[in-house]
Structures are given as structure tokens and as C-alpha cells.
């Protein structure tokens, strides 16, 4: 992916730790083996998904699942279909992270009455999910059109198996436009920087060193797809994940309970918040 100097400023180091200890990591710093295999993945992942951008008659991702054929028309009957996902091998062997979790998932919605062109015109010019659940903050810190880079704060909360979970984090990320044809369009995104904030919302607001982080969201890649059809545009993603065991609460959930059910609710709301930004006249100035 074309790269600029977007993320070389904004990226490197947030918040400076207390004495001389060195500056808190962007990201959570994992083994050479973790990092090897989250590599792995990515790449099996952008592989599929740039053979599927390659085919004639196709587009979203789901259109090549099972089932594609129902999601495609729930979302035209303007539901919000989300599925689990994972990448394998051409043999079919299921890439993993060892000693880490993957979480893949991809969902779907219309967004009724628009253009290709206004959908991409305003992504360029403000950021979705302002206020709306799961979304602190949010803004555009660097435009570059195509590019931009961002910032959002935003909380992963729920329960599983009645046991509560409420987690908030600074997020930064990198994003890349490609226009594809009259009617089609993507982008990638990619968390450079992720960083748990301790005692959220309060006067001791603070974000978290790595060895105190409960680790649910350690990375974070989400591929986007936009279809121009007749009634308007669908905006599918396709958001992956990392995490480690959060402790003893995600044992209680059964393993990574926590973390699979707050990525699988982090989709369907991130899809929803975009609908309502799209239903929602533009702001005069947007927030930088």
C-alpha cells in the first residue's frame, strides 16, 4: 500500500511514561513468532480478498460465501447481515496466531439514495460514528486524499454469560481510498497505534503501559468494499482482530467469549453508525 508521511509524525509514540522509563509503544509489542503469524494471516487474507476484487461478475466478500445469496438480499431489504469469517491455506489448513486469537468477521448494510461519488466525498471530509455507540471521538487528523489518517476513542462494552465487560481505547489508523470503476470502491485501514485507557472518562484518565493492558484488541485491519447499485450504495467491511486471553472474566466466558462478542458487536455497530452518518446532514466544518 502506498504509504506517505501520514502516520511517520502521528505514530510513533502518544504518551511519555512516568520518569525515565521509555515512551508507551503505539502497539502492544508481540514475539517474533506472534508477529510472523499475524503477518501470515494479513497476507492470506489481502491475497482472497484482491482475487475476489479481480473477479468479473462479483464484489463483496460475501457474494463468495455460502449463503452470499441471502445476505445480498437482506441487506437490499436494508438488514444488517454480519458473519464470521476466517483465512486457510490453499489446502484448507486454518492460518492461526499461536498463543493469540483471531477475530474475522465481515458484515453488510445499504446505504439507500446515495452515490459512489457523496459516499467517498464525505468520507474524505468527516469521520462516521460521532456520538453514536461504541464512539467517544472521533476525527480526521491528516488528509492526503486518498489517504487519511485518524483518530478515534472507542469502547468495546456488553456482557457474556452475565459477566460485564467495559473497555475504551485511543485508536489511530491509517486509511487508503481506491477507486475501482464507476460503481466500485475500497479501502484499507490499519490501526497504528492502539493504546486501554486506564480509568476512562475520569479526571485520572490515563492510557495504559502494555504489561497492564487486559489485551482484548491488540490489532485491528478492517477492508472495506462500496457497490453503487440502483437503490444506493452497500458499504460491506471485513474487520480482523487480535487479542489475548483479557483474564479471568474471558475464562469464566469460555475462553475468548469477550473478545469474540465484543469484535462481533464492534461490526454490526461500526455498519449501523455509518448508516446514521450518511442519514445525517453533512457538518459545516468538519472536526480536525
Not at 503501559?209 to 468494499?225: A, F, Q, T
Request: net charge neutral; glycine share 6%.
Amino acid at each position: 500500500m502506498r504509504r506517505t508521511l501520514i502516520s511517520a509524525a502521528l505514530c510513533a509514540v502518544s504518551v511519555a511514561a512516568a520518569g525515565p522509563q521509555a515512551a508507551r509503544p503505539a502497539l502492544y509489542p508481540l514475539s517474533s513468532t506472534a508477529k510472523a503469524a499475524w503477518d501470515e494471516y494479513l497476507k492470506v487474507t489481502e491475497f482472497r480478498i484482491k482475487k475476489e476484487l479481480e473477479a468479473p461478475t462479483r464484489f463483496l466478500a460475501l457474494d463468495f460465501a455460502t449463503g452470499g445469496d441471502a445476505d445480498r438480499q437482506a441487506v437490499l431489504d436494508k438488514k444488517t447481515p454480519v458473519a464470521q469469517m476466517t483465512s486457510v491455506w490453499e489446502n484448507g489448513t486454518t492460518v492461526t496466531v499461536p498463543d493469540y486469537w483471531v477475530h474475522h468477521w465481515r458484515g453488510a448494510i445499504l446505504l439507500p439514495n446515495l452515490k459512489l461519488d457523496a459516499v467517498f466525498e464525505r468520507l474524505k471530509k468527516d469521520m462516521p460514528g460521532k456520538g453514536q455507540p461504541g464512539v467517544l471521538k472521533a476525527e480526521i487528523r491528516q488528509e492526503n486524499w486518498p489517504q487519511l489518517h485518524t483518530y478515534i476513542q472507542v469502547q468495546r462494552s456488553g456482557s457474556v454469560l452475565f459477566i460485564p465487560y467495559n473497555y475504551v481505547y485511543n485508536t489511530e489508523h491509517d486509511v487508503e481510498f481506491t477507486r475501482r470503476s464507476p460503481t466500485t470502491g475500497t479501502s484499507k485501514t490499519i490501526a497504528t497505534k492502539i493504546a486501554e485507557l486506564d480509568h476512562p472518562g475520569g479526571r485520572d484518565e490515563r492510557e495504559k503501559k502494555p504489561d497492564e493492558e487486559d489485551r482484548l484488541l491488540l490489532r485491528w485491519n478492517s477492508y472495506w468494499r462500496y457497490q453503487e447499485i440502483g437503490i444506493g450504495v452497500i458499504a460491506e467491511c471485513e474487520s480482523v482482530t487480535l487479542s489475548l486471553d483479557p483474564g479471568t472474566l474471558a475464562s469464566l466466558a469460555g475462553g475468548h467469549g469477550i473478545a469474540e462478542k465484543a469484535a462481533q458487536e464492534a461490526m454490526k455497530q461500526a455498519l449501523v453508525n455509518l448508516r446514521s452518518f450518511f442519514q445525517t446532514p453533512p457538518s459545516s466544518s468538519p472536526a480536525r
